[in-house]
T-cell receptor, first 111, second 114 residues
Framework: DGGITQSPKYLFRKEGQNVTLSCEQN?????MYWYRQDPGQGLRLIYY???????QKGDIAEGYSVSREKKESFPLTVTSAQKNPTAFYLC??????????FGSGTRLTVV | DQQVKQNSPSLSVQEGRISILNCDYT??????FLWYKKYPAEGPTFLIS?????DKNEDGRFTVFLNKSAKHLSLHIVPSQPGDSAVYFC?????????????FGSGTQLTVLP
């Protein structure tokens, strides 16, 4: 059963800490994306990767970092430089056309 | 600068009636449009899409209309069912971009009343 898995579902972070959100897919998709959702706003693109070992900044990349060492995996690190990290984070992968598949999300809360 | 706008944050409709969700865009390069449905604490799921070469696409109870001159698209759900209650996002992209990134609207919360 192909799909995309995000973990953990809920994450709490103390101020000043870095945290890493996991995203794994077994759909054999080359492209992967990280989005952030805030209340009353759409999904905003943080980073994307079209192929292994390559990634590009999206619209709101500041305070975030990513890596793409394997096709299946695209982890997102929320660094202490991110001023307002509390949000719902969504990972997606895409086929060659417009077929996006989203994970079920990680809710990050700064405590 | 919001390139994709959903100006109605919420919509309530009686079960069995038509739901119409609207979306406007400003970037004339967009040539592919999608609608996603999202439940709380879950990822969006694809609903229906339309290419700019068409003005209508239908899939069961869901129909998307595209008016390129007005840069406007709408999603019609007929008949509406309580299970349709969710947040609906419209998204747009352009096929000339190799990354085929999507730009999302802010979403409309649809509530279908029994």
């Amino acid at each position: 059963d192909g799909g995309i898995t995000q973990s953990p579902k809920y994450l709490f972070r103390k101020e000043g800490q870095n945290v890493t959100l996991s995203c794994e897919q077994n759909l054999n998709h080359d492209a992967m994306y990280w989005y952030r959702q805030d209340p009353g706003q759409g999904l905003r693109l943080i980073y994307y990767s079209q192929i292994v070992n390559d990634f590009q900044k999206g619209d709101i990349a500041e305070g975030y970092s990513v890596s793409r060492e394997k096709k299946e995996s695209f982890p997102l690190t929320v660094t202490s430089a991110q001023k307002n990290p509390t949000a719902f984070y969504l990972c997606a992968s895409k086929d060659e056309v417009w077929g996006y598949t989203f994970g079920s999300g990680t809710r990050l809360t700064v405590v | 600068d919001q390139q994709v706008k959903q100006n109605s944050p919420s919509l309530s409709v009686q079960e069995g009636r038509i739901s119409i969700l609207n979306c406007d865009y400003t970037n004339s390069m967009f040539d592919y449009f999608l609608w996603y449905k999202k439940y709380p604490a879950e990822g969006p799921t694809f609903l229906i899409s339309i290419s700019s070469i068409k003005d209508k696409n239908e899939d069961g109870r869901f129909t998307v209309f595209l008016n390129k001159s007005a840069k406007h698209l709408s999603l019609h759900i007929v008949p509406s069912q309580p299970g349709d209650s969710a947040v609906y996002f419209c998204a747009a992209g352009y096929t000339s971009g190799s990354a085929r990134q999507l730009t999302f609207g802010s979403g409309t919360q649809l509530t279908v009343l029994p």
